[in-house]
C-alpha cells in the first residue's frame, strides 16, 4: 500500500469528506479545482510533497515539504480545522 493510499483510507477513517480535497488524482475530488491538494512530485532526484489550492485555474501553492509524514499531517491539519 503506497503513502498516498494509505493517507487517504486514515482521512476516510477521520470522517473527511473526498470531496474536500484532491489527493494525487487518486483519491478524493476528480478536479483540484477549489480544492485543498496535495500532489507527490519528483524534483532534483528527491521526492517532494506540494500543498496547493487552485481557483479559477489558478495555482496558489500553501507549502512544498519534503517528509511525508509532516505533509500527511499538515494536510489533515488543514482539512479538519
Known amino acids: 500500500m503506497s503513502q498516498i ?7 476516510k ?3 473527511i469528506e473526498e470531496e474536500s480535497y484532491y489527493l ?3 483519491y478524493g475530488s476528480p478536479s483540484d479545482e ?3 491538494s496535495l500532489v ?3 524534483e532534483n532526484n528527491s521526492t517532494k510533497y ?4 487552485k481557483e479559477n485555474g489558478e495555482k496558489h501553492v ?3 515539504f519534503t517528509d511525508f509524514d509532516i505533509a500527511a499531517n499538515y494536510f489533515i491539519e ?3 480545522e
Open 34 to 36: 477549489y480544492k485543498l
Open 78 to 80: 488543514q482539512l479538519t
Open 62 to 64: 500553501i507549502q512544498v
Open 13 to 15: 477513517a477521520l470522517g
Open 40 to 42: 507527490m512530485r519528483e
Open 50 to 53: 506540494e500543498m496547493y489550492f
Open 24 to 26: 494525487q488524482g487518486l
Open 5 to 11: 493510499e494509505k493517507l487517504y483510507y486514515r482521512m
